[in-house]
């Protein structure tokens, strides 16, 4: 059994990262800049934002990160956005989801400029990704794939189940996967919680990928002798013995699944930091402009 070590791939692919930052500052330019809006104080929200700010710093980056109280009203958000889209020294930026439930998560989204949207989450790189066509991929689809090439795991021919049919994980995932590229040729089925006998498909996987948000979900009888599991769960649950009271764990119960498993991504330490360097990736491509529309 292999465990697939993100935390260590995204200290290497930082590390590349770098050289291209050191290049450009070399040339004379500027370093990619990437802009954060983070509203109210969600503790998970604020651990996925402080992980980005970081790493912006780890491979060059300038950052710039905009909090605001969880009163703000739409239209002062909407405003950050459209300075954000105009200002020519930011190169992408992020506001950070889940919004508070008086503001409208898809009018947001809607109103960043597709070009500086390194989350991937506008209607018009999403259709662009499931067209084929240069786009930002969102990230923890981009970080499974990458962990997953550079581990030499094939997609091609392979069956893939998804747990979970998000809009920033698991549909994008399955388009990714079943499109005609190198991590991607592979037979996708789309699963969720309540999928009639969700098990049986289960075990067909020989790559299943968890991404449901219910901690250890995926039970040690719901897969196959030599399945490669990515775990893209981060659940907070209760642990008095920590200092923080909490602990993370994954949707897929590791202790059970591991020792059927080929390979697996721990929780954390597997996903989660790829996640981030995806980020990083997208916002070097902002800054190089890559991307024509
Ligand atoms: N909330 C959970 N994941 C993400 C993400 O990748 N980007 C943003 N903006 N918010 C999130």
Redesign the pocket.
Known sequence: MVVLDGKALSTTIKNEIRIEVDKIIAQGDRPPHLA?VLVGNNPA?EA?VGNKVRSCEQVGFSSTLIRRPETISEEELLKIVLDLNLDPDVDGF?????LPGHINEEKVTLAIDPRKDV?G?HPLNFGRMAQGLPAYL???PQGVLLLLERNGIETSGQHVVIVGRSN?VGTPLGILMSRKDKMGNATVTMTRSRTRDLAAETRRADILVAAIGIPNFITGDMVKEGVVVIDVGINRIEDSSRKSGFRLVGDVDYDEVAPKSRAITPVPGGVGPM?VTA?MLNTLKARKKEIRY
């Open positions: 954060a929200s996925y992020i506001v950070q989801l889940p989350d989450f969102p990230a923890t920033i996640t980020l």
